[in-house]
């Protein structure tokens, strides 16, 4: 499943009960392509809600969320909604980052890593590069958003609306499955859906025709002008302490995470710098 990590942040802030705190804080979740089910993930994740309210000591169903996972509603709903946090992918993130005066808060660190790859796979000695795909059909849950695939996964050197026939798929594994019967020429992965297919049985060998650079994972962002420095600091703190807690961490291993990190938002000054020139 694509970002998994999303998903657990999800559970982080899932959709409060009839005992709320009152006023809860909107979180608005955006999970671009993504095939999670909300009311699973909700009802799978709620314990974790519990956690994190307890690590940072808020009052129990202190957080409502809205979760979407199409681009044109998450817009919408972070325009109206104006919330103080929110969980975005990181073309939203780059997208908003000013309109909304957005900043990083937390990233996940999944295998020891903040950052992930992304790969152009193929079947093997079919092509040798991105150039040879011009024209041809590629697949993918990240061509939800192509200008983040343009902009940043490409760094601006192909646009992929013109240069591709784009097949969007919410799940990784069926976009996979077509690659495989020769249904699609290419397929896009990110780092998790790449470890994964080790663990599928493919009729024919893949590889990678482009590796991306080092992209960091996105997580939690909030707006600068609605919140303060305390607020932020302890939102991250709580998230940061969430995997070395006791029920916490079972959940935290459960979904492959090893922790929340801290953000130095100059981490994702390079996403800007590619973001603003790309095109």
């Known amino acids: 499943m694509r970002k998994i990590y999303l998903i657990i942040i999800v559970g982080l802030l899932a959709h409060f009960n009839a005992n709320a705190a009152p006023n809860p804080e909107m979180i608005v979740v955006c999970y671009p392509g993504g095939s999670v089910n909300a009311k699973?993930?909700?009802?799978?994740?709620?314990?974790?809600?519990?956690?994190?309210?307890?690590?940072?000591?808020?009052?129990?169903?202190?957080f409502n969320s809205l979760f979407t996972t199409k681009l044109d509603e998450c817009r919408k709903q972070i325009a109206e909604k104006n919330p103080k946090f929110a969980i975005t992918s990181l073309g939203l993130y780059l997208e908003l980052r000013t309109s909304h005066n957005l900043i990083p808060v937390v990233q996940p660190k999944i295998k020891g890593r903040t950052s992930e790859r992304y790969r152009v796979m193929a079947q093997k000695d079919k092509y040798k590069s991105l150039d040879e795909l011009k024209g041809k059909t590629l697949g993918g849950t990240v061509l939800e958003e192509p200008a983040f695939v343009g902009k940043i996964v490409f760094a601006g050197k192909?646009?992929?609306?013109?240069?591709?026939?784009?097949?969007p798929s919410n799940q990784a594994i069926r976009a996979l499955r077509s690659l495989d019967k020769g249904e699609l020429d290419a397929v896009i992965l990110n780092e998790q859906q790449f470890g994964g297919l080790a663990s599928l049985q493919m009729k024919t060998p893949l590889e990678a025709i482009f590796t991306s650079g080092e992209i960091p994972l996105m997580g939690v962002v909030s707006n600068s002008a609605n919140t303060t420095a305390e607020e932020r600091a302890r939102f991250g703190k709580a998230l940061e302490g969430m995997c070395s807690d006791l029920e916490g961490k079972k959940l935290c291993d459960l979904f492959g995470v090893e922790s929340f990190a801290g953000v130095d938002a100059a981490v994702f000054e390079p996403m800007v710098k590619l973001w603003a020139e790309g095109k």
Not at 40 to 54: F, G, P, Q, W
Not at 57 to 62: A, D, F, R, V
């Open 158 to 167: 192909y646009d992929p609306a013109s240069f591709f026939v784009l097949k």
């Open 40 to 62: 699973d993930a909700n009802a799978a994740m709620s314990s974790m809600l519990r956690v994190v309210e307890r690590v940072g000591q808020w009052q129990t169903n202190s």
